[in-house]
């Protein structure tokens, strides 16, 4: 079964950065999306953004306004999340997971944590005002 790593998180200062890794055990041929997410305290979980792992595309959720970027790096079963100018609501516990499913389809249902099958245990991100 894969097993995925995130790391990266910490203590940042607001306007300061921060990258994450997703790191995977290994890619089934079934994995055709990492998606990350973020869960501040007694809040539910949200979608940040996805990456489709056959053509590149990437999805972000509209409070990232442009702040961050997702890529993949398949030969090292990576996904990483460059975020930039960090705002103190950006803080949480980041997860990073796996879409199963018709890569077409992540464009509708990117956010759906539902679709996705294997998590990570996250990485916490602190934003300090």
């Known amino acids: 079964e894969v097993q995925l790593q995130a790391s990266g998180g910490g203590l940042v200062q607001a306007g300061g950065s921060l990258r994450l890794s997703c790191v995977a055990s290994?890619?089934?041929?079934?994995?055709?999306?990492v998606g990350w997410f973020r869960q501040a305290p007694g809040k539910e979980r949200e979608g940040v953004s996805s990456?489709?792992?056959?053509?590149?595309?990437?999805y972000y959720a509209d409070f990232v306004e442009g702040r961050f970027t997702i890529s993949s790096d398949n030969a090292k079963n990576t996904v990483y999340l460059q975020m930039n100018n960090l705002k103190p609501e950006d803080t949480g516990v980041y997860y990073c997971?796996?879409?199963?499913?018709?890569?077409?389809?992540?464009?509708?249902?990117?956010?759906?944590?539902?679709?996705?099958?294997?998590w990570g245990r996250g990485t916490q991100v602190t934003v300090s005002s």
């Open positions: 990456v489709n792992l056959i053509d590149g595309s990437a």
């Open positions: 997971a796996t879409f199963r499913g018709d890569p077409l389809l992540l464009l509708r249902v990117w956010e759906d944590t539902s679709r996705y099958a294997v």
């Open positions: 290994e890619f089934s041929s079934y994995d055709n999306g």
